[in-house]
C-alpha cells in the first residue's frame, strides 16, 4: 500500500530534550516536507526537500532542522524543543515537486512540550 | 505574497443540503489549486485539483472551478452526507520563486458538520 507513515503519533516531552520525528514513503517521490498544524493558522511549511541531500527553509524554519540521506526518509529534528513547537506535524510528499503535483500526507504527529 | 483565504468556519449543514465552501487567492504567476479534506484523526488527502484557468476539479460529488478572473476556486457539492463531516483546505501551489512548484500555501481550513 503506497503511503507516508510518521513516527512517533504522540509525543510528550520537555523543553530542550532534543527530539527525531521520522517520516518515511514508499512511493520512490522524490519531493518530501514538513508542516505544522496550529489551530486558526492552518498549516505552515517548516523544511522541503526536492531530493536526496537537498533540502530548504519553508515558512517557519526556526527551531527545526532535517536531513535527507535517503530518498524514502526525511526525519524532523528539534534540537531544543520549546512549548511553542507544540502543534501538530505533518510529513509529505510528491512525485516531482512541481506545482501540479499531488502532495500525500502522513497521519500526524501530535507534539506537546511541557 | 502567496494567500490563500477561506470562508471561516464552522459550517453546519443537515444531510442532502448544499454545500459551498468559499476560496479566493492572492499569487503571481499559474499556481495549481487544491482542496485537501481533514478527516477526525487523519491526515490530509487530496479531494480535488485544478492546474490551469477554466478547469474544474470534481471527486466524490464535490466540484470547484479554477476561476483566474475572479482568483476564486470555491468549493460545492449539490447533496451532502454525514460522511462529509470534515475538516477542508484550500491550497495553491507557491510561485513566489519563480514557476509553480510543490511547496503548498494553506487557507486555515473549513469546518463542516453534517447532521442527519
Known amino acids: 500500500e503506497a503511503q507516508v507513515t510518521q513516527n512517533p503519533r504522540y509525543l510528550i516531552t520537555v523543553t530542550g530534550k532534543k527530539l527525531t520525528v521520522t517520516c518515511s514513503q514508499n512511493?520512490?517521490?522524490?519531493?518530501m516536507s514538513w508542516y505544522r498544524q496550529d489551530p486558526g493558522l492552518g498549516l505552515r511549511q517548516i523544511y522541503y526537500?526536492?531530493?536526496?541531500?537537498?533540502?530548504d527553509k519553508g515558512d517557519v524554519p526556526e527551531g527545526y532542522k532535517v536531513s535527507r540521506k535517503e530518498k524514502r526518509n526525511f526525519p524532523l529534528i528539534l534540537e531544543s524543543p520549546s512549548p511553542n513547537q507544540t502543534s501538530l506535524y505533518f510529513c509529505?510528499?510528491?512525485?516531482?515537486?512541481?506545482?501540479?503535483?499531488?502532495?500525500?500526507f502522513g497521519p500526524g504527529t501530535r507534539l506537546t512540550v511541557l | 505574497g502567496n494567500s490563500v483565504t477561506q470562508m471561516e468556519g464552522p459550517v453546519t449543514l443537515s444531510e442532502e443540503a448544499f454545500l459551498t465552501i468559499n476560496c479566493t487567492y492572492t499569487?503571481?504567476?499559474?499556481?495549481?489549486l487544491f482542496w485537501y479534506v481533514q478527516y477526525p484523526g487523519e491526515g490530509l488527502q487530496l479531494l480535488l485539483k485544478?492546474?490551469?484557468?477554466?478547469d474544474k476539479g470534481s471527486n466524490k460529488g464535490f466540484e470547484a472551478t479554477y476561476r483566474k478572473e475572479t482568483t476564486s476556486f470555491h468549493l460545492e457539492k449539490g447533496s451532502v452526507q454525514v460522511s462529509d463531516s470534515a475538516v477542508y483546505f484550500c491550497?495553491?501551489?507557491?510561485?513566489?520563486?519563480?514557476?509553480?512548484?510543490?511547496?503548498?500555501?494553506f487557507g486555515k481550513g473549513t469546518k463542516l458538520s453534517v447532521k442527519p
Open positions: 491550497a495553491l501551489s507557491d510561485t513566489r520563486y519563480g514557476g509553480s512548484q510543490g511547496n503548498l500555501i
Open positions: 509529505a510528499s510528491s512525485f516531482r515537486g512541481h506545482g501540479g503535483d499531488t502532495q500525500y
Open positions: 499569487a503571481t504567476g499559474y499556481p495549481s
Open positions: 485544478a492546474t490551469k484557468a477554466d
Open positions: 526537500s526536492m531530493n536526496v541531500e537537498v533540502t
Open positions: 512511493m520512490n517521490h522524490e519531493y
